[in-house]
Antibody, heavy 119, light 106 residues
Framework: EVQLVESGGGLVQPGGSLRLSCAASGFSFSDSVMSWARQGPGKRLEWVSAISVSSKNRDYADSVKGRFTISRDNSRNTLYLQMNSLRVDDTAVYYC????????????WGQGTLVTVSS | EIVMTQSPDTLSVSQGERATLSCRASQSVGSSLAWYQQKSGRAPRLLIHYTSTRATGIPARFSGSGSGTEFTLTISSLQSEDSAVYYCQQYESWPTFGQGTRLEIK
């Protein structure tokens, strides 16, 4: 059974940083393109970032480019999202997901971790 | 950015009946369209991708159709557990989601 478990969320002040983690099991993590998505309060789902199996290719939504960094450790089956210069509008539940094949279809999702940016 | 618009915002249908949910793209996405189900307090679940291909374990009463800019998710023989918010998502370009349709089972 595919399991994705996010952690690292919490309350942070504007301008602060957080690092999210996503522990994966039940599938071949090292062969899977991975992604982060988020859902702010009352907002639609939003893709945030994606990373290739080798970490060579990393893509970001314009809203987070230059502030967020996606990474992965295939030896630990773990995906990360380093979030710097956080803004109030980054407040959301953050989900990790594996992507289907070479598409940006989100195959399996974790349960999410809440990030609240507030003073 | 391709904007996805779903209709209606809320749909109330009796158990055992059929529900039809619509999704429109601001420009053509070909067949690169997925549907997700999100129950209250839970993570989204992939239902359908490539417009009409059901994900593993999804029952046949969930079906998708359409192409270009107009898409439909049909759920036949509605069951109480189908109560959820349904999102469409295009992946022709950087992925974007619709605002969701809340399906209520009467």
């Amino acid at each position: 059974e595919v399991q994705l478990v996010e952690s690292g969320g919490g309350l942070v002040q504007p301008g602060g940083s957080l690092r999210l983690s996503c522990a994966a099991s039940g599938f071949s993590f090292s062969d899977s393109v991975m992604s982060w998505a988020r859902q702010g309060p009352g907002k639609r789902l939003e893709w945030v970032s994606a990373i290739s199996v080798s970490s060579k290719n990393r893509d970001y939504a314009d809203s987070v480019k230059g502030r967020f960094t996606i990474s992965r450790d295939n030896s630990r089956n773990t995906l990360y999202l380093q979030m710097n210069s956080l803004r109030v509008d980054d407040t959301a539940v953050y989900y990790c997901a594996d992507l289907v094949g070479r598409t940006t279809v989100f195959g399996h999702w974790g349960q999410g971790t809440l990030v609240t940016v507030s003073s | 950015e391709i904007v996805m618009t779903q209709s209606p915002d809320t749909l109330s249908v009796s158990q055992g009946e059929r529900a039809t949910l619509s999704c429109r793209a601001s420009q053509s996405v070909g067949s690169s369209l997925a549907w997700y189900q999100q129950k209250s307090g839970r993570a989204p679940r992939l239902l359908i991708h490539y417009t009409s291909t059901r994900a593993t374990g999804i029952p046949a009463r969930f079906s998708g159709s359409g192409s270009g800019t107009e898409f439909t998710l049909t759920i036949s023989s509605l069951q109480s557990e189908d109560s959820a918010v349904y999102y469409c998502q295009q992946y022709e370009s950087w992925p974007t989601f619709g605002q969701g349709t809340r399906l209520e089972i009467k």
